[in-house]
């Protein structure tokens, strides 16, 4: 299974499919948004992406009960939901400046949208691909919308059971959706490593024969790198400049030092899986010399019988297997040898 989005492949036989995702951590600043578009470049990230929404879109202009937050464990605690996605929306006159600049540096971008307005206004610009947020992936209509433009469609996976994955599937699929990218997700912020489950990701693969990636919101990119080692193509961090500037969410971004160092060691895991392969390597070869082997260790006349005096089983490899060593023992020398000769069958 493999695909493309623009000109970059996805697929195991491809490096690691790198999102850096700007969210809401613009601060309200289009200079700052450009801004970590290029830092998200120079750190090597294959994309930038954008949430399309504005606050009407997403909820209704209510600040108490049902649409506040009360939760003294979330992030985003004391906020109302309509003030928080106000805070973190990017302006939608936005969204061509910052997918120009990540063209112009060699970067795709794309977006999550959130409802069908954001996915027809995203179609305006023509992005390559769309994402589907863990909070919309029960969200069927918009599925089928994001699914029937034929586009590659990633979805993450956070909260959502087997069934609930399987309708959301199978109407992206019936939709007209042939690229697919399941994300491992967990819905928390941050995410704890024992939270995560990413033994989840091969099984996913088996059970909706699709790629899989990780959306990961665990600090540092330890869980990223492993998740390459399960079968991920895709992984998404979101990504700010400086966490201690703030923002809706920083707390859980990658800087840019980090997301290159994300992008390095994804890519490192990712070669190093290889293939199954046992025995020495082609650039293993040379180092077979430096194994231990017999040697005899004192001079000899023709006829000295060997013993454990004077064969040792040492460092290099010349010599015959150290597996040899008691069957050597009593044997009797065909000719003179000098110390530091290796010991072959020639010689006895």
């Not at 769309?130 to 990633?154: C, M, W």
């Not at 040792?312 to 009593?330: C, F, N, Q, S, V």
């Amino acid at each position: 299974m493999e695909f493309q989005i623009g000109s970059q492949w996805i697929g195991k036989n491809h490096k690691p499919f790198i999102i850096a995702e700007m969210s809401g951590n613009h601060n309200q600043s289009l200079e700052r948004a450009l801004a970590i578009v290029e830092a998200a470049a120079a750190a090597g990230a294959d994309a930038l992406k954008l949430q399309t929404y504005t606050a009407d879109t997403m909820t209704l202009d209510i600040h108490e009960g049902d649409f506040f937050i009360e939760d003294p464990n979330n992030l985003w605690q004391g906020n109302s939901l309509y003030n928080l996605y106000s805070e973190a929306y990017t302006p939608w006159e936005w969204h061509k400046p910052i997918f120009d600049r990540a063209t112009e540096l060699g970067m795709l971008a794309f977006s999550t949208p959130f409802d069908e307005t954001a996915v027809d206004f995203l179609e305006s610009l023509n992005v390559p691909a769309y994402k589907i947020a863990s909070f919309e992936n029960t969200d069927i209509q918009l599925i089928r919308k994001v699914a029937a433009t034929g586009k590659p469609l990633i979805i993450s996976t956070g909260m959502a059971s087997i069934a609930e994955l399987d309708e959301s599937v199978c109407a992206a699929r019936e939709a007209g959706c042939r690229d697919l990218v399941l994300l491992k997700c967990t819905s928390t912020y941050p995410a704890t490593p024992e939270n995560t489950n990413i033994l989840t990701i091969p099984h996913m693969e088996q059970l909706f024969g699709s790629m899989v990636g990780m959306s990961d919101h665990t600090m540092g990119v330890g869980v990223s790198v492993a998740s390459i080692a399960l079968g991920a193509v895709v992984i998404e961090k979101h990504f700010t400049l400086k966490r201690s500037d703030g923002g809706v969410d920083a707390s859980f971004s990658l800087e840019p030092q980090e997301m290159e160092s994300l992008v390095i060691e994804t890519e490192r895991a990712w070669q190093a899986l290889g293939r199954v392969s046992y025995g020495p390597t082609e650039r293993e070869q040379p180092s077979l010399k430096h194994r231990r082997s017999l040697y005899i260790s004192q001079n000899l006349r023709k006829g000295d019988v060997l013993t454990r005096d004077n064969i040792k089983a040492i460092r290099p490899g010349l010599g015959l297997p150290t597996k040899y060593l008691d069957e050597m023992i009593g044997r009797v020398v065909s000719r003179d040898v000098s110390k530091g000769t290796p010991l072959t069958w020639e010689v006895i």
